[in-house]
Each structure stands twice: as C-alpha cells, then as structure tokens.
C-alpha cells in the first residue's frame, strides 16, 4: 500500500444510546413539513476566497491560509510587502528545491461553474520536475492555471472549473507541483467567481426495476490485512509483549525490555543464539535478583494468562522466577518458579490470574542465584485466544463477514520471505519490517493465516513476492499451499502440522510495482516480462489459480492488458482519498474515485484489441480514506461518521459498475486505516466497519436503473437477490440540513411500511472508541414509514428493505 503523492494530499444494536435516540429524533422532525429552514450562508456571494488579497493577518500568519510542504521538501512560506494591488502578497521560495502551497479552505456552492483567478510574480522560477507556480484546486489535477516560470512580472492566471458535488474547495497557491521546483514566487489576488450554477429543489429519483445490471460480486466486500503497524501484531494477533524474540538489544534500540538488577547483568549472546542474531545472557552477581523485565501491558481483573519461555543456563540459576506484575503491594503479583533449565534451552509453560485491571502491568524473569541464564524467547497471551487470536476481533471479523482476506501486502510482500513465517513459531526469525517501522515477529505466516481464515469463514488471497522475490521463491509458496502431500513443499508442509492442501484460489502477482517506494521496483517494460514469468510457472503447477496482475490507471494498466491480458485472470488498481472540506465534497469523492478507474477499464475494454475477446475484471484490492494523526500505531487513524457516508455512496458506486468490479479489498481490516479498531483490551467496528457490515447483510445484489435528479443525495437500489421479492434501497445524504426524496418507482407498488437500517446523527466527526459504547451504529426500525415521498435524516446512511408484490 502507498499513499499516492495527489494533493489532498453492529453491527445492529436494538436499543440505541439516548443521545443517539434523541439526535436521530430531532433530525426526523427536521424533516416535517414547516420545520425552519437551513440558512444559505453562501446567498449572493460572488467571490468566494476570504482574504485573496493577504491583506489581513492573525499574528504572523496569513489569515486564513495554512502552508502546507509536500514530499518533504525544503521551502521558505512567508509573506512580503510586495503586493499585486495592496500591500501584502504570499510567497514562496526554495533554493534546493521545494513542492510546497499555501492553502484556503473555501465553501462554494455544489454543482456550479466557477472562475479560479489570481496574479503570479516570479524571480528565477525553474520547474526542475514540477510545473513552476501556478493556482489550483487541491485533490483535482485538471483544475489548476497555466504554470509561471522564469522571471515574470505579475501575470494574470486562470482556470474554469465545473465544481460538482462540491460544497468546499481547497484553494491552493502552489510552488513546484507534482515535482520539486526551485526559485521564488509571489501570488495575490486570488479569487473564485461563480458564473453558473443550478439550485437543487428537492431531490427526485426513479427506479426501474426492470433494467438490472450483472450481478455485484461478494467479493466487493473483501478486506486487506498487512503486516504493518498494529493490524496483525496488537490487533488481530493475541501476544501481548512486544519484541518477544529479541531482535533489538536488551535496553538498546528500541528495545521494549529493561534490566532488572545491576547495571551490565544483561549481555546478548551471538554465538549461540535460540533464534535471530542474539539471544540475552543473564550473569548473576549473587547480590540480588537479576533478569529482564516488560512493562506496558493491559490485564483485566480475574482474567486468566497463558505463556511460556524458553530458558538455558547453569544449574546455580535456579530457580528462574517468571512474575506476573500489577501493582506496587508484595500481593499484586504471582509468580512461577522454574527449577528445572539444564545447558540445552527447554519449553517451560505457565499461568497466571490477573488480580486487577491495569494498563502498565510487568513481566519480569528473574533469578537471585549465581551463574547465568539465557531466555530464548517468551510469550504471553490471554488464555481465551483462539488459536493465539483475539476472540474479541474474531467476533468483529466474523460480523464484517468478508469473503475473502489478502495478505500479506502491500509493501511489506516486497521484501517478505514466507520461509520465515513456518516452522516452529518460536525459532522462526525476527526481522527488521522490510516496508514499514517496527519489527517483523513471524508470529503470523501463511499457516496463522489460513488459520484465521477457516476460523472467520473467509477465502484467502495471498500476493507474492515479486520485487526482491523470484519466480522459485512464488513456485515454492505455491507447492507449499497447494501442491499435494507427495510434492516436496508438501511434505514440508505436512512435517509442519498441515497435511492437506489448503486449495488457495487468489493469488497476486506483486505490489505497487509501478512506484519508486516499492522494494524492486523497475520499469515497466520490464515489468511485464517478470508478471508473464511469474504468472506463466504458477499456472502450470496449478491452472486452477486466479492470477491478478498489478495494475494503475494510465500506462501502466494500459500496457499490462495490451502486452500480458492473456496472464491475468484480474487486474488489480489502488485508491487512497484524504480528508476534504466540505461534507458533501468528502463524501463525493469516494464514489468519484470508484467511477474513475470504472470508466478507465471501459475504455480499456473498447480499445485494446485483445480485451475484446477476453475481459479481464478488476480487483480494486487497496481503497479507503487514509489521513489523520496516528492513534492506534503506524497509520492507525480514526474515522468518524462522515467516512462511513463516504464508504457507502462507495459501495453505491461499486454497484452501479458491476461489469467491471469482481473484487475489492477494503484497506485495512484492523487498526492501520481499518475498519476496526482496538485497544489492548478493547475492539469495536470504526465508523467505516459500521457500513462495510451493514451493506454485506442487507444491501442487494442485483442493480437496478436509477434516474432522475437525486443530488445532493446519493441513491442506488438492487434487488436483493434474483427472487426479486425485496428490494434494497441505499440512500445516502451528505448534507446537514433534512433532505425530502421523491421516490418514483415505475411499475413498482410501494407498500407503506419497509425495514430501514439508519445510521446517522448531527456530528460528523462521531466516532467509535475501543471500551466505549459506539456513537456510530445501525438503529433497526421493522416497520418504517414508507411511500413516495421519504423523509431523509441529515449526515446518514438510510437503507431499505422493501417486500414487493
């Protein structure tokens, strides 16, 4: 997975929280007839960016603008007294090179002509790789000036742009683009003008019943899980300490292990490691216990610990006390003796019951005996794991009811052996993340995997290694998923617990690989050769796989179905969308990005020679919001409310283009961007598992046509299944005002009442935090009004089941 580089740069709950109740309620009497209306804040404005001309200033910054630096580079944001038309301009400069904007967010009217202008002074611009300075709209590439280069006096600039579903753009005087430049530019007098537009009214839709489209694949609701940041290890995977093979030092690094007793007591043994590069020796001075210790970690009162260590050492080391810490009292802790370790490292399990709840508890493994111990590797988990899985993510897992999971990237597959995540898991390896932070256990390799999915229900879907990894290393994982008990990855498979083959259908041809941020990345040209190698040697070992080649809009897809369509089953395509301002304008983006690549592989199929005679669907297999601080780890972000209206006019899109989406791949399942997050105690479905859920159990699989003149709405409809007996209706109102929706349905009879599935409220940054009841959920009404004319809460998701007769 990889940000792109483009400038934005439950489940059913049957009583609802009162203040959710309340909200919901105040939010349908809104929609009474009489109730007030919203005031147009925007009515009779014609010029729309507030303080264009830098005039007016809060403190030392620029009332209004942020600056804002991409692709980390080196820039001077400032403001000089060398004005188009008063007496202060915005300026941007760099010397080594800068891709840097001054940025305003500004409320415009939705779906109206606009005129984006400014003036533009440049000293010495020279692109290098960008465009030079320019004005233009953040997130949209097409609607920017002509760039200014060179030395030039103040130029004039401008673009027309048809805003769209947009209430909010963010207006961007911008120095290098999409590259770094280097010089210096000066911009004022930024303005928008509207010079077109159309009012609303109430929002219409027809439905005909009778057009349906190709049927929407369950495989639109897959989920994507990485080895990256607390998605599989602190998230889905029950371990509880971290670095519990020692990759880093004891007490160095970033170490999460400390020493107890003196000073130097802990040193690494390389030459006779249990796994990894080292593995720690403990010297004992006589003069008090020495080990090792972890703190950190979460017990809940009476809740029962299960672990092990493995241990070698003298005989004067004994006993090794392993001691569970939860408190500063002499009580607030048990203890294991273990009186047994020889000079050869041995298994030694134990228990523990926790005496209260607490978020720092401490695992310490010590000795007051003379000479000295090693400590192989520990582990402890709480003893309800399933299969060393949290049972609480499980349960959330279960409830998404994914059909199919990929793993194990993303980025990290670039540079993942699979060799190392098999065998005894604790010999197995730590290593450095060969994509991300952090450190790679192989806790969790491809037999946890398979594991996970026959636990939750789920198809597996495992992309190989094809930047660093070669054709034998895909041929291998290959045999050793599939190849049956004779082969030799069979048998290998088999001496490791597993003797049957577990038939894995999906299989992924690589990562990104058309990115510089990819491990082997290379050119494209190039490329097809390898994917045609690689998809030409898995195909004669198993012709049943399903290859997907990595693909992105524009030359690269173009190229992989022009040159290689006839080794690739499916297509893989990626999307990434940030936060934008403007509820209606984040929203809309979601189904904006979905109908793209949509409309791109349609031309695809119309032009390239050989798509006429075979298609070759997509597997959207990485999409989602990605922004916003780090909460739960390395790219853990919160959603809120707002994200889950824009996953579902996604999942609208999804269905109105169903010719071309066999698969795709929410990104990520837990924690890093996922749909469910968690504490160390804790998990709960995120705004955006509220959604993903709720669509997989009710929302149909049959489309139908919808027509009419919905906006701001987005609406979409499908039987839901080919009885043709309910109908699903999704209706999506992005907007913080009631929205009253004339529905026409044809030849359809609509019956008074139907089940709705609201969610919804009057924030739109509600969000779900792990031990904390939800403010976003499902509220079910059996029997909801139901007719013509519907009545839409603001800033929700209202989905229908309707019996038809």
């Known amino acids: 997975m990889h940000r792109p580089l483009n400038r934005f740069r439950p489940w059913l709950v049957p009583i609802a929280p009162l203040g959710i109740i309340l909200a919901i309620a105040f939010a349908l009497t809104a929609c009474k007839p009489g109730a007030p209306k919203a005031v147009d804040e925007l009515a009779g404005v014609t010029q729309y960016v507030a303080n264009g001309s830098f005039e007016e200033m809060d403190g030392q910054n620029i009332k209004g603008w942020t600056p804002r630096r991409w692709q980390r580079s080196e820039a001077t944001l400032a403001v000089d007294t060398l004005g188009h038309s008063g007496g202060r301009s915005a300026v941007i400069s760099s010397e080594k090179g800068a891709d840097a904007s001054w940025v305003a967010a500004v409320p415009i009217r939705p779906y109206s002509r606009y005129r984006l202008s400014g003036w533009i002074k440049t000293e010495n611009l020279v692109p290098g790789t960008g465009r030079g300075a320019q004005i233009n709209v953040n997130g949209e590439g097409d609607w920017r000036t002509p760039p200014v280069t060179g030395t030039q006096d103040w130029t004039r600039v401008e673009v027309e742009i048809d805003a769209g579903a947009n209430d909010a753009l963010e207006v961007t005087c911008l120095f290098g683009g999409w590259g770094l430049s280097t010089g210096k530019a000066w911009f004022d007098d930024v303005e928008l003008t509207r010079l077109s537009g159309r009012d609303l009214g109430e929002p219409k839709a027809a439905i005909d019943a009778g057009k349906m489209g190709k049927p929407v694949s369950k495989y639109i609701y897959g989920q994507f899980i990485e080895h990256l940041g607390r998605c599989i290890y602190q998230g889905i995977w029950a371990e509880m300490l971290e670095d519990r093979k020692f990759f880093w030092p004891v007490g160095q690094g970033e170490s999460p292990w400390k020493t107890v007793g003196e000073a130097g007591l802990v040193k690494m043994d390389t030459v006779t490691p249990f796994t990894g590069a080292h593995t720690p020796r403990v010297t004992l001075s006589g003069k008090g216990p020495g080990g090792i210790a972890q703190d950190g970690l979460a017990l809940i009162a009476g809740k029962d610990y299960a672990g092990r260590v493995v241990l070698a050492g003298d005989a004067g080391a004994v006993p090794v006390a392993i001691s569970l810490i939860w408190g500063d009292a002499p009580d607030a802790r048990q203890t294991v003796a273990l009186k047994a370790i020889g000079r050869d490292y041995r298994t030694f399990p134990f228990a523990f019951k926790s005496g209260a709840s607490t978020g720092n508890a401490r695992l310490e493994i010590t000795s007051s005996g003379r000479g000295s111990f090693r400590v192989g590797t520990v582990s402890i988990m709480p003893a309800d794991n399933v299969d060393g899985f949290r049972p609480e993510v499980l349960a959330l897992l279960k409830e998404l009811d994914a059909p199919v999971y990929r793993w194990p990237g993303g980025n990290f597959v670039s540079g993942y052996d699979w060799r190392d995540g098999i065998g005894d898991r604790d010999r197995r390896p730590p290593r ?43 041929l291998g994982e290959l045999e050793y998923a599939n190849g049956a008990p004779g082969t030799k990855m069979g048998k290998l498979r088999a001496a490791n617990g597993h003797p049957d083959p577990w038939g894995v259908k999906f299989w992924s041809i690589g990562n990104e690989m058309y990115g510089d941020w990819q491990l082997g990345h290379m ?69 904006a990005e979905v109908r793209r690549i949509a409309e791109a592989h349609r031309k695809y199929r119309a032009t390239i020679p050989t798509l006429k005679m075979k298609e070759v669907p997509v597997a959207l297999d990485e999409w989602n919001y990605w922004y916003g601080p780090h909460v739960y780890g390395e790219l853990g972000t919160q959603y809120f409310l707002e994200d889950a209206l824009g996953v579902a006019a996604a999942l609208n899109e999804y269905a109105r283009q169903s010719d071309i989406f066999f698969m795709a791949n929410y990104a990520q399942t837990v924690n890093v961007i996922g749909a469910i997050k968690t504490s160390k105690t804790a998990a709960v479905l995120d705004t955006t598992g509220v959604i993903l859920a709720l669509y997989r159990k009710h929302f149909g699989t049959v489309p139908v046509a919808v027509g009419g003149a919905p906006e701001p709405l ?65 509220h079910e009404t059996a029997i909801a009004p139901f007719g013509k004319t519907l009545t839409v809460p603001p800033i929700s998701v209202s989905l229908y089941e309707i019996g038809i007769r």
Not at 525 to 531: A, G, L, P, T
Not at 557 to 576: G, K, P, R, V
């Open 523 to 591: 050119p494209l040209s190039d490329y097809v050769k390898k994917h045609t190698q690689f998809a030409v040697a898995m195909k004669a070992m198993d012709p049943s796989v399903q290859v997907v080649a990595v693909g992105a809009v524009g030359r690269w897809s173009e190229t992989m179905l022009a040159e290689a369509s006839n080794h690739m089953d499916l297509i893989s395509e990626h999307f990434y969308v940030g936060h934008k301002p403007g509820l209606l304008s984040h929203v809309a983006q979601m189904p």
């Open 432 to 474: 450095k993340n060969p994509a991300w932070t952090g450190v790679e256990h192989n806790d969790v390799g491809i037999h946890e995997y398979l594991d996970l999915m026959r636990l939750i229900g789920s198809e597996p879907y495992i992309t190989v290694n094809s930047g660093l990894g070669d054709v034998a290393m895909a």
């Open 714 to 778: 987005d609406i979409m409809a499908c039987w839901k299944d080919e009885a043709k007996s309910v109908l699903t209706l999704s209706i999506v109102n992005p907007t913080k005002t009631a929205q009253t929706l004339r529905l026409d349905g044809g030849k359809l009879i609509w019956p008074k009442t139907a089940r709705l599935f609201l969610v919804g409220g009057l924030d739109p940054r509600a969000r779900n935090v792990p031990g904390q009841a939800p403010a976003v959920a499902v």
